[in-house]
């Protein structure tokens, strides 16, 4: 599976931004799918998951109520809707995918896309 990673840019604090990830392959229904970020100097975090149907979303603490989660099967993408961005949202924001479980963790996901970056100015 190849992940290609788009939608990021700058926006004012408050503002909102949708982030796709576009998967080549046929499997891509199979997959579970995560979100990560990484802030320059720290280490990448989740930022929020989803299981191969859609069915469950997990998302972490920094970001509920602000991002979801989404997936279009038929279209191979992957979403991630942020609102009410923060100067602290600032990263580089990389989807991932997992052939086996749904997960938080980075290290279980099989494959990765290039990021994109998004920043958010105060």
């Known amino acids: 599976v190849q992940l290609q990673a788009s939608g990021g840019g700058l926006v004012q604090a408050g503002g909102s931004l949708r982030l796709s990830c576009a998967a080549s392959?046929?499997?891509?229904?199979?997959?579970?799918m995560g979100w990560f970020r990484q802030a320059p100097g720290k280490e990448r975090e989740f930022v929020a998951a989803?299981?191969?149907?859609?069915?469950?979303?997990y998302y972490a603490d920094s970001v509920k109520g602000r991002f979801t989660i989404s997936r279009d099967n038929a279209k191979n993408t992957v979403y991630l809707q942020m609102n009410s961005l923060k100067p602290e949202d600032t990263a580089v924001y990389y989807c991932?995918?997992?052939?086996?479980?749904?997960?938080?963790?980075?290290?279980?996901?099989?494959?990765w896309g290039q990021g994109t970056l998004v920043t958010v100015s105060s």
């Open positions: 392959g046929r499997t891509f229904s199979s997959y579970a």
């Open positions: 989803i299981s191969w149907s859609g069915g469950s979303t």
């Open positions: 991932a995918a997992d052939r086996v479980v749904t997960t938080t963790f980075a290290l279980e996901y099989d494959y």
